[in-house]
């Protein structure tokens, strides 16, 4: 079974927007934090929003405003809305569970397979 099931990638118009979705498996524990990152072609994947316990989210300066992250630690669940997609993009998101211990320090580090998002008119 795979760690994190991710849903929702696809194709999109320029200006638009995406909801992406992700639940995490029986086999995924100790989790405080579930986000997202993201791979362009011949670039270094980076985090694009990220959500821990007690309300603390982060986002990539590139798309604040834009984007938000939603989760429910309960199910186990995180959601990122996408809105005002950039113009002829292609780009793989990746979600993630771990745990982030008193140091800031990722432990426990779960991924999905990722779900592909392309913007192109």
């Known amino acids: 079974q795979v760690p994190l099931v991710e849903s929702g990638g696809g194709l999109v118009q320029p200006g638009g927007s995406l909801r992406l979705s992700c639940a995490a498996s029986r086999g995924v524990f100790s989790i405080n934090a579930m986000g997202w990152y993201r791979q362009a072609p011949g670039k270094q994947r980076e985090l694009v929003a990220s959500?821990?316990?007690?309300?603390?989210?982060k986002y990539a300066d590139s798309v604040k405003g834009r984007f938000a992250i939603s989760r429910d630690a309960v199910k186990r669940a995180v959601d990122l809305q996408m809105n005002s997609l950039r113009s002829e993009s292609m780009e793989q998101y990746y979600c993630y569970a771990a745990w982030i211990d008193g140091d800031g320090n990722s432990r426990y580090n779960y991924w999905g397979q990722g779900t592909q998002v392309t913007v192109s008119s």
């Open positions: 959500d821990t316990d007690g309300g603390l989210r």
